[in-house]
């Protein structure tokens, strides 16, 4: 005999989530993970753009390009 996955339900509370074959929480940490890794790298790069060497390199990289003819 094959177990079934139980279905997803709003009424089932927290303990729903701890069957074993119940994989209706698995999105909901996938995407807090996914969430924490976005903040970690969106302040990784507010420290490097931060940065005085960046920010002049970035400066000279527009100035140049507005500068061609």
């Known amino acids: 005999m094959v177990a079934k996955a139980p279905r997803c339900s709003t009424t ?13 929480c698995d999105t909901s940490s996938e995407y807090g993970i996914l969430t924490l890794a976005a903040v970690g790298f969106a302040g990784l790069l507010g420290v490097v753009l931060s940065g005085g060497d960046v920010q002049g390199l970035l400066t000279d990289l527009v100035t140049e390009a507005l500068n061609r003819e």
Not at 12 to 23: D, E, I, T
Request: net charge positive; aromatic share 8%; glycine share 16%.
């Open 12 to 24: 089932g509370g927290a303990l729903s989530c701890l069957h074993p074959f119940n994989r209706c």
